[in-house]
């Protein structure tokens, strides 16, 4: 049965850190490209970060450039969304997704929540002093 699993949110005050995990079962990384997506109280959900089938290439959301990086281990088959200088506005639940489609760009599918297949049951990030 194909499923991807997230873990690591919580509560971290403004400024810090934390590491999402995606745990992907059922497939290998190689052949799904894996997106981030977030969704705030009140608003939609939006993608954040996303990487290709093989990892090859990565898509961010304009508001964590530079703070926020997706990442691969293969052995694992797992996904990181490493996420540093985090902000009050960075507050959301986030969900992994997974799907294994073609001649689509990683930025279209980073664009668009109706492009991916499969989705985990969200962590909830809460940024506050």
């Known amino acids: 049965q194909l499923q991807v699993v997230e873990s690591g949110g919580g509560l971290v005050q403004p400024g810090g850190s934390l590491r999402l995990s995606c745990a992907a079962s059922?497939?290998?990384?190689?052949?799904?490209?894996i997106g981030w997506f977030r969704q705030a109280p009140g608003k939609e959900r939006e993608g954040v970060s996303c990487?290709?089938?093989?990892?090859?290439?990565?898509d961010y959301a304009d508001s964590v450039k530079a703070r926020f990086t997706i990442s691969t281990d293969n052995a694992k088959n797992t996904v990181y969304l490493h996420m540093n200088s985090l902000k009050p506005e960075d507050t959301a639940v986030y969900y992994c997704a997974a799907d294994p489609r073609r001649h689509t760009t990683i930025q279209t599918m980073c664009n668009s929540t109706r492009l991916w297949d499969y989705w985990g049951q969200g962590t909830q990030v809460t940024v506050s002093s």
């Open positions: 059922g497939f290998t990384l190689d052949y799904y490209a």
């Open positions: 990487i290709s089938r093989g990892g090859g290439i990565t």
